[in-house]
């Protein structure tokens, strides 16, 4: 028995010894707050803007498939992916495709304005175990590139699929790994000659993540989507805030966080894809929860 605890002492002493070393391997809580500057502005393709955001110091540590979410001086809340070096800290790398009123605010930033953020956060982690099929198309690059450089980094087993209109369109060419598959085609004819062996991570528009699904559908995979996933098959609900006595109408093709913004339009929110738990109230996730019935109650609001 003495010999018992006089080993445990010595593992707790080196577990405690080790704790602060622990916590500087950990990732930074990703839930706060942050002011960045736009440090650099650069097109890396038609359309499409890579800024490099800078703070006063050293950033919170990243992952692939981490995103920020950018709080546009217009009041929109934009999610995009990290597709920098997850080793550099000293700043982050986003790139945005102009397609709407969010991305056209952001393509408008120059170098010196400031930019207010959360994160970063991760929907989309990346487990370094090989054999792997990446699948990106256009802009989906984003959230792939780091997760090969650091398959690439890892020796592992892997092969990128990356589709595009064009290979003008097509950012961040120049930075992958020589034995990047890089075509011009349809995604169905491209994803004819991949047969992934393990785990499957795409990221892109609705119809190519509709062909993944269908052609691996036995594999592991692992999606970001461009946009939250359209409500399909649903019912018009009231929503009642109980605590301010409101109740709200939500329609078939809405969910309750898209009502709620119309009437709170600060109400906390990242993913709209029930990943992120950002916009739970009371363990509703309001971007994608209805009720089995007619109403649907939340006693914090």
């Not at 304005?113 to 970063?120: C, F, L, S, T, Y």
């Amino acid at each position: 028995m003495d010999r018992f605890l006089l080993g445990l002492a010595r593992v707790t002493d080196g577990y405690l010894k080790a704790l602060p070393l622990l916590g500087k391997a950990r990732p930074s809580p990703p839930n706060r707050a942050l002011r960045l500057t736009v440090a650099d502005r650069r097109v890396v393709a038609p359309d499409v803007v890579a800024l490099r955001l800078v703070g006063d110091g050293p950033l919170p540590p990243w992952q692939p498939g981490c995103h920020l979410d950018l709080h546009l001086d217009s009041g929109l809340r934009r999610q995009y992916s990290l597709c920098g070096n997850p080793s550099d800290r000293s700043g982050y790398r986003i790139a945005v495709r102009r397609t709407g009123p969010g991305s056209t605010e952001v393509h408008d930033l120059r170098p010196g304005d400031g930019v207010a953020a959360r994160g970063p956060r991760n929907a989309f982690p990346f487990v370094a175990e090989g054999p792997v099929l990446f699948v990106a198309g256009g802009i989906g690059i984003t959230a792939i590139l780091p997760m090969v450089l650091e398959a690439q980094r890892a020796d592992l087993d892997w092969r990128l699929v990356y589709t595009g209109r064009s290979r003008d369109s097509m950012p961040f060419l120049d930075e992958l790994p020589p034995r990047a598959d890089i075509r011009v085609g349809r995604t169905a004819d491209l994803l004819r000659d991949a047969h992934p062996d393990g785990a499957v991570y795409c990221c892109g528009p609705t119809s190519m993540l509709a062909a993944v699904r269908r052609d691996f559908a036995s594999k592991r995979l692992h999606f970001e989507r461009f946009a939250p996933p359209p409500v399909v098959d649903g019912r018009p609900f009231d929503l009642e805030l109980r605590r301010s006595g409101v109740v709200l109408r939500v329609p078939a093709d809405r969910t309750a966080l898209d009502v709620l913004r119309d009437l709170r339009p600060n109400v906390p929110y990242s993913c709209r894809q029930g990943f992120c738990g950002t916009c739970e109230v009371g363990g509703v996730r309001v971007c994608v929860d209805r009720p089995t019935g007619d109403r649907l109650v939340l006693e914090d609001l």
